[in-house]
């Protein structure tokens, strides 16, 4: 069945730029009717929609991190990928990937990966 | 935009029924029926228990219903039991392809 592995550096200096991908095993990301989205947790709070893809690049962010925010797809590694600019503490989050089903009917997150936190610090 | 707003804590006691409120506006919970709902325990990844505001996927107990009126979607757990306990977050589609979170509410199983 379809997983996905979220992976990248575990502390980012504040200021600089925060990469996480996303690995998608067991299916093609390229699979309709599939978004690709990602999510944030700061410790102890909500989650956050930080933004979401589609399998040709199609991008949508959340307004309030617009200006900051990229998010790409790379079809041949099966995998996306998020890129947070200009850290800062209060980016400091377990971020997590997930499927997103789209369609007349669908706007809903079926399946997550486990979580990767990020902490910003010096 | 603003997130949704959840209350923060519930509780009931086992067997008995709780309903979360998940209050938004004409532009993302009133306007459309793309309200899920996502049950986390601690330390662990969200997991989908209702989409389309009340449909359930495989596997989640009929215990788990949802329902709209509104600009309020609610969540209502039947029969409570140790293990429903756990934050549950609602989420609606806002317009433009962006996502809308709620802030969360505690259950807690007296």
């Known amino acids: 069945q379809l997983q996905l592995q979220e992976s990248g550096p575990g502390l980012v200096k504040p200021s600089e730029t925060l990469s996480l991908t996303c690995s998608v095993s067991?299916?093609?990301?390229?699979?309709?009717?599939?978004?690709w989205g990602w999510i944030r947790q700061p410790p102890g709070k909500g989650l956050e929609w930080i933004g979401s893809i589609d399998y040709s690049g199609s991008s949508y962010y959340n307004p309030s991190l617009k200006s900051r925010v990229t998010i790409s797809v790379d079809t041949s590694k099966n995998q996306f990928s998020l890129k947070l600019s200009s850290v800062t503490a209060a980016d400091t989050a377990v971020h997590y990937c997930?499927?997103?089903?789209?369609?007349?009917?669908?706007?809903?997150?079926?399946?997550w990966g486990r979580g990767t936190l990020v902490t910003v610090s010096s | 935009q603003s997130a949704l707003t959840q209350p923060r804590s519930v509780s009931g006691s086992p067997g008995q029924s709780v309903t979360i409120s998940c209050t938004g506006t004409?532009?993302?919970?009133?306007?459309?029926?793309?309200v899920s709902w996502y049950q986390q325990h601690p330390g662990k990844a969200p997991k989908l228990m209702i989409y389309?505001?009340?449909k359930r996927p495989s596997g989640v107990p009929d215990r788990f219903s949802g329902s709209k009126s509104g600009n309020t979607a609610s969540l209502s757990i039947s029969g409570l039991q140790d293990e429903d306990e756990a934050d549950y977050y609602c989420c609606s589609y806002a317009g433009s392809y962006t996502l809308l979170f709620g802030g969360g509410t505690k259950l807690t199983v007296l």
């Open positions: 389309n505001v009340n």
């Open positions: 004409s532009s993302d919970v009133g306007g459309y029926s793309y």
């Open positions: 997930a499927r997103l089903i789209v369609g007349t009917t669908d706007w809903y997150f079926d399946l």
């Open positions: 067991g299916g093609s990301i390229s699979s309709s009717p599939y978004y």
